[in-house]
RNA sequence: GGGCGGAUAGCUCAGGGGUAGAGCGUCGCCCUUACAAGGCGAGGGUCACAGGUUCGAAACCUGUUCCGCCCACCA
């Protein structure tokens, strides 16, 4: 690999479209070797910014959840790095026990056809580490292609030596304050996986279809039976009674009996237990089965009951099954209902929906099982986690999650700590042949009650869980007081996904406040989930998985990372398609060739502060207001981690207002002679850009080092720092409102004429000339000023511009009413007139329906008394500007109809500019007649719409002449309202009518069917009776 | 059984008491020398349904219907 910094430094011209691969590959190393990802503990000049990343397991292969969790994070990492702080974002994976052993025995079994146990443990501990060694590090350098900016230094992995310190740590504390304990309960067992699971690795899937199946035991006395129904016939042989309400009727008789059991002999009591029962369910009478079931297990202990297991850990009925010991328990399940009824017991069955819980991992149905486990005594650890949040201490993004995490946090039982599994930290816990438990940091030489020696160890590991929960500090060095955890603990955000806030983020609360004397993170931002176009999970079983690799490969890192973020709204899952990436490589490309553009404009060009300032134009203090208002949007949008909005801001800055506006109104002074308007517009480009590559280059980071090396080559930006990370994030400030506003009217201009062109078919280069009409002296200025943007942007040639207070009404002419000044365009030859009547009809109809809503609302007394003032006189200003608007239009429309009534107009007739110079109506035309508008008129070809067919287009004409529509136009109140969005504008414009028409059509839909209206239509209209 | 989201253009989604938005797709016109991975223009909506609050509701409240997702030991 060249060395990078050369390589672009001295690049000047860039390739013609963005090639991913030639810039991805450069620049991670780049970073590194300058230690730009180095979060310094020394450092405390700085704020701290420090997050630890969900440390993926270490079998992973980087899959969707990864990207965006590595996007996000990086997102805020590398914005705080540039905002001064001192960042540090740590690095890790997860030993992640099941998931790892499985994974390696799997491949044991493959490769060598061997399982663990035939390795025994010592070796098959062994392989993992090997196969650790061998895979562990892909995940981290999948992060590296993404571009993520971890402090790879600080890597840690949680069963390294010092995570597993802690790890020893934490268990010993906890057990001496008697907040660790092993105790014989029922435990969710997976028989697959061999090992006691957490009740929160139970996944209960949808209710199945099962069956619920009664039998009848027989009283041991011989007076009669007692029939219960059950969904799991086999546990019937670890019965040790039945169980009534102590309130049934049915049942009083009996409770105190015993009933004899079929197939053991055994008698059982029947017990009364108004927790366990519920006499309206089945029979009202219950089976109890203390070691294979969670109720009947509380019930054996309040009633003494014996726990008898009948299904072993590899789920096989056990010798104390008696008749069916030995078998499956699906196997033994059939057998005793077949043994029953041979014993004429059965007492039927019926269909029953029931829930299962499954291996989170294997999916196997669980099995309760009566064993030894340790477990973390909760409840003292959740009430500082709950208070902690309750007083604003940690904070959750989106706030929803709070109540989720409170509800569980509340309801919380003793989370099961151990695992018999292999690989993992194994309990540090040991026992001596007299069966004394001495849980210790170390392993100890004696017994701690006896003093005896041959001590054993705990065999089992603990849940993967317990050491991420320590994650946060233990990363940092703890035990030691280090000066990582005193600069960069409590961490500032943990960003991760929703699914794991019990699993982790809950337990790291705990552990955190109960270690450290203080919240592991200020924030909880947690992300949505990543499906697919159709909102469906990505699962290699469905096969609608969207691999990151594969589309970093394809459009690059900085496309998927733009994408992600621009997809991350709050409170919604991710439906993540294909062509919104595309979309995103578009955007690379765009910024790409934009960057192109401007090195072809920057010769000679030095970057100097303030320089060029007083050539500014109006186009060139625009641009920077917008820039300056993106900037704004963009850092309140990050402080708010709304993602979406920041790349969407960023996003529609760069495309859409510094390419398709600015760079275009620039080409005039960069092209141009004078070079004071060449400089201002350099530097206003260079500033404008620059500041767009900073906002994005935490979204996307290669493209923006790349070309934040080039331009600052190009224009010698000797104050630029050498690397755009190293750049300061644009700060928000003061944005320039006037200069906004007082460009409005410009971009609005070429907006319109562009609009006449299309709508009436005019091709783009076709020559026009433009009455600009305005009594505002400013806009006016800012009219006269900058033609040559519309000469530009709307191909009309400067000498065909006339700007003036009034327009030169013409028939072969269409007009354009904005606030504030109107545009008509002539259009030099013959012309659609009935096009233009109808976009005419079209932009009054939309008007009027906007001025219908206005004036009703303006008409009623109670919405001027009660509403706001404010928004009363803006209501009254718009009706104002509507009325003028109509009133101008309306004129415009007058003038057509009276060329088409006249009788000069006949069918095929050409009208020329000729004729509309000698309409009488219309003041003397400019002196120079545009050279290249006559010229084009030869090759015109146009048939003029003949009177009938505009008559139809026009529908009922407008009675009133040009006189009365300018003394209308007059009368109207002419208030300004501040200048809009073009979007905006478009957007009233078109809501009008369809609203009319939406109205219409519920009325005609009402008289069709005879319902009565919609009564907010109803409602709507009695509001305008009573306003009259 | 509880709880939390969601329902807005053909699609994917923002927005959020005061003029219904974006991107993609569609249609029309442009190869204008940064970019056809492009430019310009247009069309496209009963903001799920029903009530309520309000001068004013897509937004707030209540209920309903669908669609997700969590939690829960009912045999």
């Not at 939406?998 to 839909?1005: D, E, M």
Request: contains cysteine; glycine residues 6%; charged residues 25%.
């Amino acid at each position: 690999m060249q060395n990078p910094a050369t390589t672009d430094e001295t690049r000047t011209e860039l390739s013609k479209g963005y090639e991913h691969k030639d810039v991805e590959a450069r620049w991670y190393r780049f970073w590194t070797e300058r230690g730009y990802f180095h979060g310094d503990e020394q450092d405390h000049a700085r704020p701290p910014f420090s997050i630890v990343l969900p440390p993926p397991n270490v079998t992973g292969s980087l899959h969707l959840g990864h990207a965006l969790t590595a996007t996000l994070q990086d997102v805020l990492v590398r914005w705080k790095k540039m905002s001064g702080y001192n960042t540090l974002w740590l690095p890790g994976t997860d030993h992640a026990g099941i998931a790892t052993q499985m994974v390696v025995e799997k491949e044991l079994k493959k490769t060598e056809k061997v399982s663990r146990h035939d390795l025994g443990r010592a070796e098959f501990l062994r392989r993992v580490w090997a196969w650790k060694e061998r895979y562990g590090s892909r995940i981290g350098e999948q992060h590296k292609a993404l571009g993520a900016s971890l402090d790879w230094a600080r890597e840690r992995f949680t069963m390294d030596e010092g995570l597993s310190r802690a790890v020893r740590e934490v268990f010993v504390r906890l057990h001496e304050e008697g907040l660790v304990y092993r105790e014989k309960k029922l435990i969710n067992w997976c028989p697959d996986c061999h090992t006691a699971l957490s009740d929160l690795e139970v996944e209960q899937k949808d209710a199945e279809q099962g069956e619920l199946w009664s039998f009848a035991y027989p009283l041991a006395d011989g007076s009669g039976e007692i029939v219960v129904a059950t969904t799991r016939p086999e546990t019937m042989l670890g019965d040790t009674a039945v169980a009534v309400h102590p309130d049934d009727e049915r049942y009083r008789a009996v409770v105190g009996k015993q009933v004899r059991h079929p197939l053991t002999g055994r008698t059982l009591p029947i017990v009364a237990d108004a927790i366990l029962v519920d006499p309206k369910f089945g029979t009202g009478a219950v089976k109890v089965t203390p070691a294979h079931d969670f109720n009947d297990f509380e019930v054996g202990k309040r009633h003494g009951l014996e726990q008898i297991t009948v299904i072993g850990p590899d789920a096989r009925m056990t010798a104390a099954a008696g008749p069916v010991a030995g078998l499956d328990r699906f196997e033994a399940r059939r057998k005793v209902k077949e043994l029953l009824a041979a014993q004429g017991l059965d007492r039927g069955t019926r269909p029953h929906l029931l829930a299962i819980g499954r291996c989170q991992r294997s999916q196997t149905i669980l099995e309760p099982l009566l064993s030894d486990q340790w477990y973390v005594r909760i409840a003292p650890l959740a009430k500082p986690a709950i208070e902690a949040v309750e007083q604003g201490k940690t904070r959750f993004i989106p706030e929803q999650w709070t109540n989720t995490y409170m509800a569980w946090m509340r309801n919380i039982h003793d989370w099961c700590i151990s695992r018999q599994l292999w690989w993992g930290h194994q309990i540090p816990a040991w026992y001596c042949p007299d069966g004394h438990v001495t849980v210790a940091r170390e392993a100890p030489a004696a017994c701690a009650t006896c003093a005896k020696t041959a001590l054993r160890q705990d065999e089992d590991v603990l849940d993967t869980w317990f050491s991420s929960a320590l994650w946060p500090f233990s990363t940092m060095g703890w035990p030691d007081r280090t000066e990582t955890l005193r600069t960069f603990y409590p961490t500032s955000v943990m960003e991760t996904g929703h699914d794991i806030i019990f699993f982790w983020v809950a337990r790291m609360m705990m552990m955190g406040i109960h270690f450290m004397g203080e919240v592991p993170f200020r924030v909880v931002y947690l992300h949505p989930m990543v499906r697919d176009e159709k909102g469906q999970k990505m699962s290699k079983t469905k096969g609608n998985v969207i691999d990151p690799l594969v589309i970093t490969e394809q459009y690059g890192a900085d496309a998927l990372r733009f994408t992600l973020a621009a997809l991350t709204a709050q409170g919604r899952d991710i439906k993540l398609a294909k062509d919104r990436i595309v979309c995103y490589r578009a955007f690379a490309n765009k910024l790409w060739n934009s960057s192109r553009c401007a090195l072809m404009y920057l010769e000679c060009f030095e970057a100097r502060p303030g320089a060029g300032a007083d050539g500014r134009t109006a186009a060139d203090r625009w641009i920077l207001a917008r820039t300056q208002r993106a900037v704004n949007e963009t850092v309140a949008a990050l402080e708010a981690f709304k993602f979406n909005e920041a790349a969407g801001t960023v996003y529609h800055f760069v495309w859409h207002e510094l390419c398709d506006w600015y760079i275009e109104l620039a080409k005039d002074a960069l092209y141009g002679d004078d070079p004071s308007r060449k400089r201002a517009a350099q530097g206003t480009l260079v500033h404008a850009l620059a500041t767009a590559l900073r906002l994005l280059h935490p979204f996307m980071p290669f493209i923006t080092e790349e070309l934040w090396h080039v331009l600052r080559a190009k224009v010698k930006g000797d104050a630029w720092p050498d690397a755009i990370l190293a750049a300061p994030y644009p700060a928000a400030g003061a944005v320039d409102e006037a200069a906004e506003r007082g460009f409005q009217p410009l971009l609005e201009t070429v907006d319109a004429i562009r609009n006449v062109r299309g709508e009436m078919n005019i091709p783009p280069r076709a020559p026009l000339r433009i009455d600009i009409a305005t009594e505002d002296p400013s806009v006016k200025a800012a009219f006269d000023a900058e033609q040559g943007l519309i000469h530009r942007l709307a191909n009309v040639d400067r000498s065909d511009i006339y700007i003036a207070h009034t327009t030169r009404p013409a028939p072969t002419s269409a007009v354009a009413v904005r606030a504030g000044f109107e545009v008509r365009i002539h259009f030099g030859h013959a012309v659609d007139l009935g096009a233009e009547l109808a976009r005419i009809a079209k932009e009054i109809e939309k008007i009027e329906g906007d001025l219908g809503g206005v004036e009703r609302k303006l008409a009623n007394p109670s919405f001027v008394q009660k509403a706001p003032p404010e928004v009363v006189e803006k209501d009254r200003a718009r009706a104002g500007e509507l009325r003028e608007k109509r009133g101008k239009l309306e004129a415009h429309r007058a003038m057509l109809s009276g060329t088409l009534d006249s009788p000069g107009a006949s069918p095929g007739r050409r009208e020329t500019m000729e004729n509309e110079n000698q309409n009488p109506s219309s003041p003397t035309p400019p002196s120079q007649p545009s050279s290249t508008a006559s010229g084009a008129m030869e090759t015109m070809e146009k048939v003029v719409t003949t009177v009938s067919e505009v008559g139809k287009a026009i529908g009922t004409a407008v009675a009133s002449g040009v006189e009365a529509a300018v003394e209308r136009v007059k009368a109207a109140s002419t208030p300004r309202r501040p200048a809009r969005k073009k979007a905006k504008k478009k957007a009233a414009r078109k809501a009008a009518p369809r609203r009319a028409a939406r109205k219409a059509g519920k009325k005609k839909a009402a008289k069709k069917t005879g319902r009565k209206p919609a009564r907010r239509a109803a409602k709507k209209r009695g509001a305008k009776k009573r306003g009259r």
